[in-house]
């Protein structure tokens, strides 16, 4: 995985370059409705229609004198077939969350549950085999493998696993994000979105339980953004996928069915169906910006839809 690897890289970088390359690798079979009822019901017997639940979750960095209280408390639910957006002021805790919902860093204290495992019980093995099984990953730099075919990037997780895609799998997903004649492409012969399209096939490609999403159209153009964000949504609306997404962008949460909105490390607030311009008010009233009085108002870098 050179390709990956950064010379110099920071915890988070690092957490990163795991998480895309570990992929979204998972059990042979695509979805079914069988499949996606089995993940209804839980061990203990009972239904939850939530993928992820985090209760009193506390992230502190440093210690003692260096301490930085990156999340206070949290406590949400990522209910099955939605789609989340996190915002808030830059240091306010969205990776942290991001994260530790994901299994790729631990609390301090509290709760993490995906699906019916509780990850802050889990060793760093079980934990790596939960994110290949149950979790995809979508980043602002795509990470995939130049040497690789579009085909070979989105199955590489699975085969780093030692498992094979079912038959037809690879065709359906690439179909699903519009590179079905793309398969034997490059990276480098895609644009920015078709390669970011090539990453969600590669999160997608294993059914997981939840989809982390940390800024992915950071790096696209307003236009090509609207169409990732679009198939993120519709991923959502018709395939009943869960997706979380951190971003600073007022008009990319307004694709979400909700935003959560973090000022130090808290949570402060909640949207339901958001407007790109109601996110981009409430977040002027937010930390760092609510200080900054005398800056204007969150760029909306992209259309709106709504
Ligand atoms: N590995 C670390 N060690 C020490 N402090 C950290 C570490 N990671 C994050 N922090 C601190 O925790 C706080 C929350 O950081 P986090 O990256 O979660 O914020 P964020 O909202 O994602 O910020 P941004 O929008 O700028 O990416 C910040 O004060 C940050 O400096």
Known sequence: MAGLCAPEEDGRQRRRRQAASEG??????????????????????????????????RKVYGKRDNQVVALNGVTTRFGRGT?????????????????????????????????????????????????????????QAFNLLPVLTVRQNVTLPLRLAGRKPARGRVKSVLEQVGLGER?????????????????????????PAVIFADEPTGALDTRTARGVLGLLQHSAQTAGQTIVMVTHDPVAASYADRVLFLADGNLVGELRSPTAEA????????????????????AMTGEGHR
């Open 183 to 207: 398969s034997k492409h490059r990276p480098a012969e895609l644009s920015g979105g078709q390669q970011q399209r090539v990453a969600i096939a590669r999160a997608l490609i294993s059914d």
């Open 279 to 298: 996110v981009a008010e409430r977040m002027t009233h937010l930390g760092a910006f609510a200080e900054e009085d005398a800056l204007p108002a969150p």
């Open 24 to 57: 979204s690798v998972g059990p042979d079979s695509p979805a079914d409705p069988d499949r996606k009822a089995a993940r209804a019901m839980p061990n203990d017997g009972s239904t939850t229609t939530d993928a992820v639940r985090m209760t009193e979750v």
């Open 83 to 139: 789609f989340t957006a996190i915002m808030g002021p830059s240091g306010s805790g969205k990776s942290t969350l991001l994260q530790c919902a994901a299994g790729l860093d631990r609390p301090t204290s509290g709760s993490v549950l995906l699906e019916d495992h509780e990850l802050s019980d889990m060793n760093e093995t079980r934990l790596t085999m939960l994110r290949r099984d149950r979790i995809g990953f979508i980043f």
